[in-house]
């Protein structure tokens, strides 16, 4: 079945402990995107990556890390968590990286930091 | 600034009813844009894609359609069902050559028994 997963699917953590999220597809897709998904808010893009080695920053990239090191995996790093990125994730993947490819979304990873 | 309303915030309606969604946007320069469906606990799924040119697609029960001139879409759902119960979020995609897109904030949408 074609999919993105994530997981952890639910995380919670303390202040300061570095954590990873996963990301992985099947689909052999190009484009990978994170995203965060707040309440009142619409998603917003944390980092994308067009390809394998090729990564660059969305509109809140702060206190995140990403690597793109295989072409299915786009793990998400939070180095130093804080109470403010408690939010419910979702990593995402396209085929290619033009505005007219949809993008499948992983079911999402709720995440809270105390 | 590139902005995506979406009206109402949160709908109810009973079952076998139809309802319609509101978007407005202020997205430049436009390429396409999609209605998502978000189920609790679940990612966002495509609905429809529309281009400029396009003013309305149907798929299934849903029929979404676009005012390019006024920069406005709709989502209309027929003879809803228990399952239409969910977020549903326009997406505008931006036409700079590569994804970027700009996300409303969504409607929740609760169908009664």
């Known amino acids: 079945e074609a999919q993105v997963t994530q997981n952890p699917r639910y995380l919670i953590t303390v202040t300061g402990k570095k954590l990873t999220v996963t990301c992985s597809q099947n689909m052999n897709h190009e484009y990978m995107s994170w995203y965060r998904q707040d309440p009142g808010l619409g998603l917003r893009q944390i980092y994308y990556?067009?390809?394998?080695?090729?990564?660059d920053k969305g509109d809140v990239p702060e206190g995140y890390k990403v690597s793109r090191k295989e072409k299915r995996n786009f793990p998400l790093i939070l180095e130093s968590p804080s109470p403010n990125q408690t939010s419910l994730y979702f990593c995402?993947?396209?085929?290619?990286?033009?505005?007219?490819?949809?993008?499948?979304f992983g079911p999402g990873t709720r995440l809270t930091v105390l | 600034k590139n902005q995506v309303e979406q009206s109402p915030q949160s709908l109810i309606i009973l079952e076998g009813k139809n309802c319609t969604l509101q978007?407005?946007?202020?997205?430049?320069?436009?390429?396409?844009l999609r209605w998502y469906k978000q189920d609790t606990g679940r990612g966002p799924v495509s609905l429809t894609i529309?281009?400029?040119?396009?003013n309305t697609k149907s798929n299934g029960r849903y029929t979404a359609t676009l005012d390019a001139d006024t920069k406005q879409s709709s989502l209309h759902i027929t003879a809803s069902q228990l399952s239409d119960s969910a977020s549903y979020i326009c997406?505008?995609?931006?036409?700079?050559?590569?994804?970027?897109?700009?996300f409303g904030t969504g409607t929740r949408l609760l169908v009664s028994p």
């Open positions: 529309m281009t400029f040119s396009e």
């Open positions: 978007c407005n946007y202020t997205v430049s320069p436009f390429s396409n």
């Open positions: 997406v505008v995609s931006m036409n700079t050559g590569f994804q970027k897109l700009v």
């Open positions: 990556s067009m390809n394998v080695e090729v990564t």
């Open positions: 995402a993947s396209s085929a290619a990286f033009n505005s007219y490819n949809e993008q499948f």
